[in-house]
């Protein structure tokens, strides 16, 4: 089992529609966990991290399920903009910092 | 500020020949990344540093890779005798350590082997 699970998609979505993403992770010691987002053929930028409570930036919701393990990003009113690579980040486990494969975002007009 | 710094920003080598990258950190980061990512795929991991730990080299693919980091900063990636396969986007990526703190990557090096 991968220690960072991510439905690769894509997620084909309308302009406006609201859209969530998963991430699963297999080691239940893990610290903090974060959101990266990556456009095609640029490097991964920091989208949010991730509190135990729950946490909202403007459109973007990150929420943890620590008895679950996993963690979640909503995206409301999604923009064209916001056609990308998403990826999680979890630290803990042997290597600290480890990245999901990436969901893919299409938003379309 | 300054953010993680790589170069050469892009690489063309021919087959056989030796290579060397370069990663410049954020002051004071004490943990430091190198991943590669191929077209169209995910982030594959090569190798950590985290201060004067022995490094986590379980990713490297190969003994033909290594890295080093010099007085806890700069850190250098060498790929022996290229193939082809080693063409991808090296990204390096540094972090304070702590454990709310997120990694912050360099624009990469887009290294190609003809």
């Known amino acids: 089992r991968k220690e960072v699970e991510q439905d690769p998609g894509p997620f084909n979505v309308p302009e406006g529609a609201t859209v969530a993403f998963n991430c699963t992770y297999s080691n239940s010691a893990s610290q903090s966990f974060f959101w990266y987002r990556q456009d095609c053929r640029k490097e991964p930028k920091l989208l949010m991290s991730v509190y135990s409570s729950g946490n909202e930036d403007g459109r973007f919701t990150a929420q943890l399920n620590r008895a679950s393990q996993y963690i979640s990003l909503l995206i409301r009113d999604s923009k064209l903009s916001d056609s990308a690579t998403y990826l999680c980040?979890?630290?803990?486990?042997?290597?600290?910092?480890?990245f999901g494969s990436g969901t893919r975002l299409q938003v379309q007009p | 500020g300054a953010g993680v710094s790589q170069s050469p920003s892009n690489k063309v080598t021919e087959k056989g020949k030796d290579v060397e990258l370069r990663c410049d950190p954020i002051s004071g980061h004490t943990a430091l990344y190198w991943y590669r990512q191929s077209l169209g795929q995910g982030l594959e991991f090569l190798i950590y540093?985290?201060?004067?730990?022995?490094?986590?080299k379980s990713g490297l693919p190969s003994d033909r890779f290594s890295a080093e980091r010099t007085g806890g900063s700069v850190s250098t990636l060498t790929i022996q005798r290229t193939q082809q396969e080693d063409s991808a986007v090296y990204l390096c990526?540094?972090?304070?350590?702590?454990?709310?703190?997120?990694?912050?990557f360099g624009n990469g090096t887009r290294l190609t082997v003809t």
């Open positions: 540093f985290q201060g004067n730990s022995a490094p986590d």
């Open positions: 990526a540094s972090t304070s350590g702590s454990y709310n703190s997120p990694l912050h």
């Open positions: 980040v979890v630290r803990g486990g042997r290597r600290a910092l480890t």
